[in-house]
């Protein structure tokens, strides 16, 4: 019977994406794989302390998707946002931004912006200016992660200075090599998966929670903006969050892409709590 089940199931998945189909750029699934609209998304959000909003870099839909439910839970006058795409030592000149105190050359100048900022970050930067929304660089200097990946480990980052530990996670940081995501970058990379790249991920995922965790305000919803990978399957990002504060209530969403966004493939179920599947033909950023 769940054979049989299973080849219907296959096969009603081929007739969707069979040829003069309604064209679909997206679809939004619950984590079991069961289409849901984005308003149960946005209700669930709303509900939520911190919402972790997983991108693919690249991907318009994702990206638009971002700054529409920045828009809606801003309307609750409770939002917080947040971003892996700035580093923690640049929270000065990112506040400076928001504060019209410089504009977007001296943004430029004095932080590190990832070279897709325009398109993909900066209608959500300005939408948090323009609206008095806090904006926080939870990520670590990238120059510190290279440290824990080139230079031995976690110890690399006992010679940091007080100013510069002021932007990474408290240390020692708990580290389970056994997390499947960190057991899986192992043989991602192949012979470039180093224990200390796992490491080197590993301190991004404690630093980002930690940030989000500190600058967490009762009542609100903390918005964060990071990689799929740093909270798919609720590890990463999650894990370090429910070591710094168990009791909060956290929501992730993660993006995908699939050649045909109707049914939505096995390898994606419980990805997130909710999976948004777009078109894999849809336009990339960059």
Not at 21 to 42: C, M, N, P, T, W
Not at 230 to 247: A, C, E, K, P, W
Request: glycine share 8%.
């Amino acid at each position: 019977m769940k054979y049989t089940l299973a080849i219907l199931l296959i096969v009603s998945c081929f007739s969707i994406a069979g040829y003069g189909q309604d064209k679909s750029a997206f679809e939004i699934y619950g984590k079991a794989g069961k289409k849901v609209s984005y308003r149960k998304l946005f209700k669930k959000a709303k509900k939520s302390d911190v919402v972790l909003f997983g991108e693919l870099h690249n991907n318009a839909i994702a990206h638009w998707l971002q700054l529409e439910l920045s828009k809606d839970l801003h309307k609750t006058g409770k939002l917080i946002l947040g971003a892996e795409m700035f580093e923690a030592d640049n929270q000065k000149p990112l506040n400076d931004y928001l504060g019209g105190l410089i504009d977007y050359s001296g943004l430029d100048s004095l932080a590190r912006l990832w070279s897709n900022y325009k398109t993909d970050y900066a209608p959500i930067v300005d939408f948090a200016r323009d609206n008095g929304i806090p904006f926080i660089a939870t990520n670590i200097p990238r120059r510190f992660a290279r440290m824990v990946h080139k230079d031995g480990g976690f110890t690399a980052l006992d010679a940091l200075g007080d100013e510069e530990k002021g932007w990474i996670a408290p240390l020692p940081i708990r580290f389970d090599p056994e997390l499947p995501k960190y057991k899986k970058m192992l043989t991602m990379k192949g012979k470039h998966g180093t224990p200390d790249l796992v490491k080197a991920q590993a301190i991004k995922d404690a630093t980002m929670a930690h940030f989000i965790v500190s600058n967490y305000r009762d009542g609100h919803t903390f918005l964060h903006f990071n990689g799929a990978y740093h909270s798919d399957f609720h590890q990463g990002i999650v894990t370090y969050l429910h070591q710094q504060n168990d009791s909060l209530r956290y929501m992730t969403v993660t993006t995908v892409e699939q050649e045909n966004v109707q049914c939505l493939e096995d390898k994606h179920k419980g990805r997130a709590d909710f999976i948004i599947c777009v078109d894999r033909d849809m336009t990339k950023t960059y």
